[in-house]
């Protein structure tokens, strides 16, 4: 049985309680079964473990168990890495990790900023607008019935302010 994530395929899902070690070079997610549906809760990587109590001596267990209800609930699904690099099974995770944002990963999750900037209404009479390319002052070109054109005097970049 395999169940896939994203473009990878991974091999099970089966109960947490069916596993047995050894485990080498794998990205591993913990699930959920919720009737007929997996929820992914956890990922992890492990380079190799020969320890029966692996998953249960991990400090997200509690958590694991938490939100799936019970440890009934706890499935395991593998994507077994053998000829991969520690980097090529970080890069499988983040992407996993990014996308799906598992519950018991929130300390793993980046904060995503946004690509642009926010600035406060100003007035155009009281405050001047720097622009945000060059710095330069930005004069007001044509003012329309809602809002007023900008333009640049350094590099003719043109920004729109709503009139307030």
């Known amino acids: 049985m395999s169940i896939q994530i994203l473009q990878y395929e991974f091999l099970g899902p089966i109960p947490l309680k069916e596993w047995g070690p050894p485990m080498e070079k794998l990205v591993y997610l913990i699930l959920s079964r919720d009737k007929d549906k997996f929820n992914i809760i956890y990922i992890g990587d492990c380079e190799k473990t020969e320890d029966k109590a692996f998953f249960e001596q991990n400090p997200n267990y509690k958590c694991w168990v938490e939100k799936s209800g019970s ?57 001047k607008i720097s622009c945000l ?32």
Request: proline share 6%; hydrophobic share 30%.
């Open 133 to 164: 390319c060059c710095g330069a002052e930005m004069k007001p070109e044509k003012v329309l019935e809602k809002s007023t054109l900008f333009r640049c005097t350094g590099c003719g970049l043109s920004d729109t302010k709503i009139n307030s």
């Open 71 to 127: 440890e009934k609930s706890l499935y395991l699904a593998i994507l077994p890495l053998f000829e991969s690099s520690a980097e090529k099974r970080q890069n499988v995770f983040s992407k996993i990790l990014t996308h799906y944002k598992p519950l018991c990963n929130a300390a793993d999750i980046p904060e995503t900023k946004p690509d642009y900037v926010v600035r406060s209404s100003e007035s155009t009479d009281s405050e």
